[in-house]
DNA sequence: TTCGTTGAAAAGACGCTCAT
DNA sequence: ATGAGCGTCTTTTCAACGAA
């Protein structure tokens, strides 16, 4: 975005952070309420611009909050907690916004957002379909995730112009089994005519043009590279991509133990490829937006674990994620204090994986019974248990309610909760919303002085 | 050239011990 | 009781080799 008019000294800013709950509404500055709305426009709607989109979203202002309309420009938008957005007032209660990410850099968006027929400035209203679209574009994002895959360049897969396909990357894409025709293209389209190839022991192989991409490309032994399935059609196309195997998203599948435990491995791939390699705080945020601090944990070979204790267990319940069960986590923010949210849960697992859970359930610990006769704890935090707690935490979700309900673990203990009892979840409560307040305080401290040189240095270049 | 086999390495799961 | 750290065992993956 070129920000010429960030700098007018004419024109008047304010910037808020998102905090949760901001989805609802967003209160303008007092200050800036008091000095430049106050008495003169009350009772009037704003009219907010952004450059990722030609349109103006209208926007409802009750005193100094902005109410009906501002949940949409938020979707439309994908603002999330964290996130900054900085008011530029533009005039006549106009105001233009810019949308910051957890960095402080500006949220690029791919390309305008809205773009279709009908798009005129007055057009006030977002429709299911851009709403839609906006969500396809996520899932669109996800799976193109899904649909990359890293592999490393050696000698000998050179030499034999033949290299492995990742079993999980073959499987999801239909290429496990048979012969296949693809191309292999690099970045600017020049392309080569292969084949995959699979063998009865299931590893599965790119075969021929391989070395000759890895010689146009100057790719040798030792170098890896990330190639993206553009099309799953009658021939894929296998496009070299620039980035090194990051993706954003991390499928896991924890066990009953690692419920019980409150300890989940992330993978090696994921983890070295985000580069998640200090152990620290991590927050999770689950499909309530309620956000859940835990450890990320480092062995002593580099395998990197999420610890929570009870807290991982109440997350999955939380996402109504079971033992066996699967669930995609996308890394918002990576660093020395990463935040996690939960993206989505994978309704079947595979029969081998789950197969496998059980087996190893079995020759770990012969006491377990987890097919039948006395469940484990895990198990008693079933769906039916979890469809209860659901229902009785209906309304603003807290991580304190998910918390408790977390460590109940027991239905009949929840049923004869005692005044006491429920006193004291509130207690815990508000000692963990306040937490979280100060948390952010701190946070948006560092922040807030973050943005405040940053414009400074704006105003010297100017 | 194709394909089966093998062995090493990596990853995942689990459990034990110790500290608080 | 809970959390943290670490060791060990099992499983999976894949590069490399060699026979057909």
Same mark, same amino acid.
């Given at each position: 975005m070129a920000n010429a008019s960030l700098l007018s000294p004419t024109n008047k800013h304010f910037f808020k952070p998102l905090l949760p709950g901001f989805q609802r509404n967003l209160n303008i500055p007092v200050k800036f309420f008091s000095e430049h709305?106050?008495?003169?426009?009350?009772g009037k709607t704003v009219k907010l611009r952004t450059d990722a989109s030609k349109r103006t979203w209208e926007v409802k202002m009750d005193g100094n909050r902005l109410t009906e309309g501002w949940k949409e420009f938020v979707e439309a938008h994908d603002l999330r907690i964290r996130d900054f957005v900085v008011f530029r007032h533009e005039g006549d209660m106009v105001f233009h916004v810019t949308a910051l990410g957890p960095s402080c850099c500006e949220i690029q968006y791919p390309q305008s957002i809205s773009h279709e027929e009908?798009?005129? /400035?007055?057009?006030?209203e977002i429709s299911e379909r851009e709403v839609e679209e906006n969500l396809q574009k996520e899932y669109d994002q996800s799976s193109a995730d899904l649909n990359c895959f890293s592999q490393s360049v050696t000698h000998s897969n050179i030499s034999n112009d033949l290299v492995t396909l990742p079993r999980d990357f073959a499987k999801r894409n239909g290429l496990d089994k048979g012969m296949h025709e693809i191309v292999l293209m690099n970045e600017e389209g020049k392309s080569w005519e292969s084949e995959v190839r699979s063998r009865m022991s299931g590893q599965v192989f790119i075969v021929g043009g391989w070395k000759s991409l890895c010689s146009e490309n100057k790719l040798k032994g030792g170098d890896s590279c990330t190639f993206k399935l553009?099309?799953?059609?009658?021939t894929p196309v296998f496009q070299l991509c /620039?980035?090194?195997?990051?993706?954003r998203f991390v499928k896991l599948t924890p066990t009953l133990n690692s419920l019980e435990i409150g300890k989940q491995h992330l993978p090696v791939s994921f983890t070295k490829g985000n580069g998640l390699i200090h152990p620290g705080e991590i927050i999770l945020v689950d499909k309530d937006r309620v956000e859940w601090s835990m450890k990320l944990q480092v062995d002593n070979r580099g395998g990197m674990h999420i610890f929570g204790g009870n807290d991982w267990k109440s997350f999955c319940a939380a996402n109504e994620v079971g033992g066996g069960e699967s669930l995609t986590l996308e890394l918002i923010r990576g660093g020395l204090s990463p935040l996690f949210k939960f993206?989505?849960?994978?309704e079947q697992p595979s029969f081998e994986a789950e197969d496998r859970r059980h087996k190893r359930a079995r020759v770990h610990?012969?006491?377990?019974?987890?097919?039948?006769?006395?469940?484990s704890r895990a198990t008693k935090m079933g769906p039916e248990l979890e469809k209860r707690e659901k229902t009785a935490e209906k309304?603003?979700?807290s991580r304190a309610s998910n918390k408790s309900s977390g460590k109940q673990g027991n239905l009949q203990k929840t049923q004869a909760c005692s005044v006491t009892d429920h006193v004291a979840k509130v207690k815990e409560s508000v000692v963990d919303t306040l937490t979280s307040i100060r948390r952010f305080q701190a946070e948006l401290e560092t922040m807030e002085q973050k943005l405040e040189d940053s414009l400074q240095e704006i105003n010297k270049l100017s």
């Open positions: 709305i106050e008495g003169k426009h009350e009908g798009e005129e /400035s007055g057009e006030i553009l099309q799953n059609a009658k /620039s980035r090194i195997g990051e993706s993206f989505s849960k994978i610990n012969g006491s377990q019974e987890t097919d039948k006769g006395e469940p309304g603003e979700p």
